[in-house]
């Protein structure tokens, strides 16, 4: 059985590789296009398609879901307003150029 030093002692390990592991990115914005784009940042992973495919439609992105971010509810209306941000904030955080975008609208998530 571990006691409680050495689960705090594994923490900070744990903690202390996270940090190396992220030393050189500083900004948010690098980050994102670490996760999103290829090693060379010129494409979006495929796997990252399919994430955005699914956030587009949870964050009424598509063109389709448009209607649907409305409401006469204003807390259902700011949650889905704030659902929305989050999609924009990745997409200009990963720069991508009109066609990128426009393809993403198109992908089918799978579901």
């Given at each position: 059985m571990?006691?409680?030093?050495e ?22 914005v ?8 290829t ?29 649907l ?38 992908i089918?998530?799978?579901?």
């Amino acid at each position: 059985m571990i006691g409680k030093n050495e689960r705090r002692i594994q923490a900070v390990h744990i903690a202390r590789n996270f940090k190396q592991l992220f030393a050189g990115w500083r900004s948010p914005v690098s980050l994102w296009r670490r996760v999103f784009l290829t090693d060379d940042e010129e494409r979006l992973r495929v796997s990252a398609e399919r994430v955005l495919a699914d956030l587009r439609d949870f964050c009424f992105a598509h063109p389709n879901n448009r209607r649907l971010l409305f409401s006469q509810d204003p807390l259902v209306m700011a949650r889905r307003l704030g659902r929305r941000e989050v999609f924009d904030r990745i997409i200009t955080y990963l720069n991508l150029d009109e066609a990128e975008v426009q393809k993403l609208m198109e992908i089918d998530d799978g579901n």
